[in-house]
């Protein structure tokens, strides 16, 4: 018997991942010169400052896509100044890859927690794989809740870590490909993609791209994890 439904846990694992992601935004973004998010309080891991920032984002959507689906999405933000980042487009670009970069760490820490529960007796590797179950554990109470919590964990970060990533507006990839481009040119396109008419396509895009995409990712994530072991 789990100790708490997965919908606390799903919720919990949320806060924490959007969290931290755009608490990276804002921290990458003072120290690299931009104030206007940590003058927002977003400079912390108290979830309560980005909560008043997107409420729908961080509370209502999470818990409609968790009934509707199963599992929870939604979003957060961390306001930055246009002008800061069109004059230093390199910089915003690692701005913008703070936010996906700090749930692929929490993916890394999330699959260290599984095998040290391994590795100490408490959790095995399952047979198969589903999206809250990464691992399971021996013990049905107190085991079984952790052994949830750590498999939503590395699956809802993998799932931000990757959606992210992709390059299309509004996402953070969008903002990262001003690395790879001249600081003209980088002006030119962000003058491009700072268009809100962007915004619901771009999320419609992306979504159908990511739905392409995140399972077979999520396979090879799996099959690095449990190494030689040909999930499939």
């Given at each position: 018997m789990e100790v708490f439904p997965d919908i606390?846990?799903?919720y919990l694992v949320f806060l924490l991942s959007t969290t931290?992601?755009?608490a990276s935004h804002a921290f990458f973004a003072m120290k690299l010169g931009d104030l206007t998010a940590y003058h927002n309080g977003q400079v912390t891991l108290n979830p309560i400052p980005h909560i008043k920032q997107e409420p729908i984002g961080t509370v209502v959507v999470p818990f409609i896509s968790f009934f509707l689906a199963g599992w929870m999405i939604g979003w957060a933000s961390a306001p930055y100044n246009?002008?800061?980042a069109y004059d230093h487009p390199k910089k915003a670009g690692i701005m913008a890859a703070a936010g996906p970069f700090s749930n692929l760490l929490l993916v890394v820490i999330a699959g260290i927690l599984i095998h040290i529960g391994i590795a100490l007796?408490?959790?095995y590797q399952p047979d198969s794989i589903t999206i809250s179950s990464i691992v399971q554990a021996y013990d049905e109470g107190i085991g079984t809740s952790l052994a949830s919590m750590v498999s939503i964990l590395f699956s809802l970060n993998l799932i931000l870590f990757i959606f992210n990533l992709i390059p299309i507006p509004p996402l953070d990839g969008s903002g990262m490909v001003t690395l790879y481009?001249?600081?003209k040119n980088s002006r030119k396109y962000m003058s491009f993609i700072h268009n809100s008419a962007f915004a619901i396509f771009g999320i419609?895009?992306?979504w159908k791209i990511f739905d392409w995409?995140?399972?077979k990712i999520?396979?090879?994530f799996i099959n690095f994890l449990y190494w030689g072991s040909g999930y499939h």
């Open positions: 606390l846990f799903w931290l992601h755009e246009l002008k800061w007796g408490y959790f481009l001249s600081d419609l895009i992306a995409i995140y399972f999520h396979l090879i």
